[in-house]
C-alpha cells in the first residue's frame, strides 16, 4: 500500500490533454520533491520531469509538471499513441524516511 | 552516455540470497553529486525502493526490506552490489539499478532483470 495514491487509469483521444494527479500527505509531496516517470510497456521507467516541474534534456515541453500542497500533476498536451504507457510519481517521504512512489497511472490514447 | 546494466541470477530458491550487480559504464560511479540505488517491481505492479549507497559506502534502505537488504559498491569496477536474503515468492520482480540525484530522481536506469524465486 503506497503512501502516494494515483488514479489508476486515464484516456483521451489523439492531440486532446490529460492529467494525472499524485497525492499524499505533509510529510512527502508538500515538503519534498516530486518527479514523475515514464514506463512503456516491458520497458524501465524513464524519468520525465524532475524537482517538480524541470524536464530532462530531450524531453518535449508537452510534458509538464506542478504541485500545490500535497498533491502533484503531470500534464501531457498534444497526445499521441506513443504516450501510452504507465506514468509513476515519486518523492521523498520524510516520516518514513524512504523514496516512496505511487502506484502508477495508465494512460490509453483512444 | 552514462549506461547501467543489471547482470545476476534469474532463478534463486527460497529462503536463500538474491545477489545482483549493476555495472555502470559511461560515467563515473565515483560522482559527488548523485547516489545509486536498486529499485524493484513485482510483476503487475508499481515501483519500490529497495535502497541506495553513495560512492563512499554510505547506505540507506527502505523500511520494509531494510532487515534484509545490504547494498555494496567496488568503485574500482565501476559497479554496485545488492544482497536480498530469506527470499520468498513475494520478492519475485525485475530489479532495476539506477543513478538518482539528492533529491531522488533517477535519471538513469538499466534495462532491469526479472528475479524469479522459485523452488
Known amino acids: 500500500q503506497s503512501v502516494l495514491t494515483q488514479s489508476p487509469s486515464v484516456s483521451a483521444a489523439p492531440g486532446q490533454k490529460v492529467t494525472i494527479s499524485c497525492s499524499g500527505s505533509?510529510?512527502?509531496?508538500?515538503?519534498?520533491?516530486v518527479s514523475w516517470y515514464q514506463q512503456l510497456p516491458g520497458t524501465a521507467p524513464k524519468l520525465l520531469i524532475y524537482?517538480?516541474?524541470k524536464r530532462p534534456s530531450g524531453i518535449p515541453d508537452r510534458f509538464s509538471g506542478s504541485k500545490s500542497g500535497t498533491s502533484a500533476t503531470l500534464g501531457i498536451t498534444g497526445l499521441q499513441t506513443g504516450d501510452e504507457a504507465d506514468y509513476h510519481c515519486?518523492?521523498?517521504?520524510?516520516?518514513?524516511?524512504?523514496?516512496?512512489f505511487g502506484p502508477g497511472t495508465k494512460v490509453t490514447v483512444l | 552516455q552514462m549506461q547501467l546494466q543489471e547482470s545476476g541470477p534469474g532463478l534463486v530458491k527460497p529462503a536463500e540470497t538474491l545477489s545482483l550487480t549493476c555495472t555502470v559504464s559511461?560515467?563515473?560511479?565515483?560522482?559527488?553529486?548523485?547516489?545509486w540505488a536498486w529499485i524493484r517491481q513485482p510483476p503487475g505492479k508499481g515501483l519500490e525502493w529497495v535502497g541506495s549507497?553513495?560512492?563512499?559506502?554510505?547506505?540507506y534502505y527502505g523500511p520494509s526490506l531494510k532487515s534484509r537488504v545490504t547494498i555494496s559498491v567496488d568503485t574500482s569496477k565501476n559497479q554496485f552490489s545488492l544482497k536480498l536474503n530469506s527470499v520468498t515468492a513475494a520478492d519475485t520482480a525485475v530489479f532495476y539499478c539506477?543513478?538518482?540525484?539528492?533529491?531522488?530522481?533517477?535519471?538513469?536506469w538499466g534495462q532491469g532483470t526479472l528475479v524469479t524465486v522459485s523452488s
Open positions: 539506477t543513478r538518482h540525484s539528492v533529491h531522488g530522481a533517477n535519471d538513469f
Open positions: 549507497i553513495f560512492h563512499s559506502g554510505s547506505t
Open positions: 559511461g560515467g563515473s560511479i565515483s560522482s559527488n553529486s548523485y547516489y
Open positions: 524537482e517538480n516541474n
Open positions: 505533509s510529510s512527502n509531496i508538500e515538503s519534498n520533491y
Open positions: 515519486g518523492t521523498w517521504d520524510s516520516s518514513l524516511s524512504a523514496h516512496v
